[in-house]
């Protein structure tokens, strides 16, 4: 059986909260992508601008239960939000670590994220 082609959409916060389980808090800036297949929601991502610093804030978030048919996916969202941070002018992003994911720190370390303390920084040129 073929499985549904993956979408790549702006995001709703109904499509945030099917993935988190919560309401969104949504700061000062957000710019969010949904990850959709036959009009399923599987993750979301994106990131916020911290109203006082202005740090750039990288997030990811598969919804529970997703396989891996769409394992692929996450990298290329990842890569093309830093991508677009960086042409937005960010020179430095910051990310956390969900440890209770498996492999979580060895991708944020793939992409070029380094480890400063609780929190993982990304400053590609």
Partial sequence: MKRPKLE???AT?????E???????????MYV???KAGGEVLGVGG???ERDTGAAILF??????????YKMALPRLALRLILE???RGFKQIVAL?????DRAEEFLLWLGFRQRGEVYVYEGD
Avoid: F, N, Q, T
């Fill in 85 to 87: 941070m960086k042409d």
């Fill in 47 to 49: 990131y916020a601008i």
């Fill in 97 to 101: 670590c969900d440890k209770d994911i």
């Fill in 8 to 10: 790549i959409v702006p």
């Fill in 60 to 69: 990811l978030d598969r919804k529970k239960g997703v396989g891996d048919d």
């Fill in 13 to 17: 916060k109904a499509d945030i909260e």
């Fill in 33 to 35: 992508y949904a990850g």
């Fill in 19 to 29: 993935v988190s389980g919560d309401k969104p808090v949504i700061p000062h800036r």
